[in-house]
């Protein structure tokens, strides 16, 4: 009988020390990402810009939620970049329309679409999370509800833009080019010194897209999701293809079973080739890109093709880095 007991008290202490060291690793984890803290990732060229107006606020101890606010708003502001807020590209009727989404650590969410005459789509977003009960407004309303918020309205088509879209009038033929900004986004992901992710995706979509398009800018695990508990994710390229597949989810899932960030973007664009094999479709016209960031403050990229980079920003530095990808 004693040894008995002897052998459940060894037992048991055995099953609480088993169930109990995950739970202290998982601790550890979570309070080890502080000294890879702050980064952030963004997609892209124009990432390198956009993760130095992030830092602005991530280096001085503020929130990764107001860096990637900041950060993508650098972008929309210019009308030099052609796929992103002022100066996007338009539809074929010729109106610019905005997508965008926002995430912070608490799975707080807020998105907008086919939103026209703002300049800040992502900040109409957060203000749809912080002020409203709702996750997402569309179109007119989502005007109405800016302009109630305070938003100005502008005329998003510049002259460039116009100009372009009168050129292709001419034949009207639809061809998105591979790695090509025009149909491209800035999607943003941050880690602050306090161990907290959030991201953020802003776009104008497929440049002379149908009228009501909608990409995978604005959807909650599609164009972007974090988890803090694991990592936060963001996606660019052909929208359709990240929404078959609910990428940004994907990866963050991906991560959650083990694989590591860029390990976690592979097995998406994986999923997603398989797809376009499925449906018998080629790939040569689609580019798919994801950035991934872990709680450890570990991060990667893949892409479907070559061509896709990243930017990287830390208190090591500013990088771009060539993304990984499975086809050339």
Not at 264 to 270: N, P, T
Request: contains cysteine; hydrophobic residues 40%; proline residues 3%.
């Amino acid at each position: 009988m004693l040894a008995r007991r002897t052998l459940l008290k060894t037992g048991a202490s055995a099953i609480l020390a088993w169930f109990g060291k995950p739970l202290a690793a998982l601790a550890s984890n979570v309070n080890s990402s502080k000294k890879n803290a702050p980064l952030v990732l963004s997609t892209w060229n124009f990432g390198l810009k956009a993760n130095e107006a992030a830092w602005q606020i991530l280096g001085n101890n503020g929130t990764a939620l107001d860096a990637v606010e900041q950060g993508v708003k650098l972008v929309e502001a210019d009308p030099e970049e052609r796929s992103v807020g002022y100066g996007g590209r338009p539809d074929r009727d010729g109106n610019v329309t905005l997508d965008a989404c926002i995430m912070d650590h608490e799975a707080n969410i807020g998105a907008v679409a086919y939103l026209q005459h703002i300049k800040h789509p992502i900040s109409v977003a957060r203000a749809i999370m912080e002020k409203t009960p709702h996750v997402m407004l569309v179109g007119d309303g989502a005007l109405k509800f800016a302009l109630e918020t305070g938003f100005k309205k502008e005329n998003l088509l510049v002259e460039a833009s116009e100009k372009e879209w009168k050129e292709w009038l001419k034949t009207s033929q639809y061809k998105p080019v591979v790695n090509i900004e025009n149909h491209d986004t800035i999607g943003m992901i941050a880690l602050d010194a306090n161990g907290n992710l959030s991201g953020a995706c802003t776009t104008s979509g497929m440049a002379f897209k149908m009228a009501g398009r909608l990409g995978d800018s604005s959807i909650i695990g599609a164009g972007l999701y974090v988890d803090n508990e694991v990592g936060a994710v963001t996606a660019t390229g052909h929208g359709e293809e990240v929404i078959r597949v609910v990428g940004s989810h994907l990866v963050v899932e991906m991560m959650r079973q083990g694989k590591s960030p860029e390990q976690a973007c592979k097995a998406a664009v994986e999923l997603i080739k398989r797809k376009f094999d499925l449906r018998k479709k080629q790939t040569k016209d689609t580019q798919i890109g994801f950035i991934a960031i872990n709680n450890q403050g570990e991060y990667g990229a893949f892409a479907l093709r070559k061509g896709f980079s990243y930017a990287v920003k830390n208190n090591k530095g500013s990088s771009l880095i060539d993304a990984p990808y499975l086809l050339d």
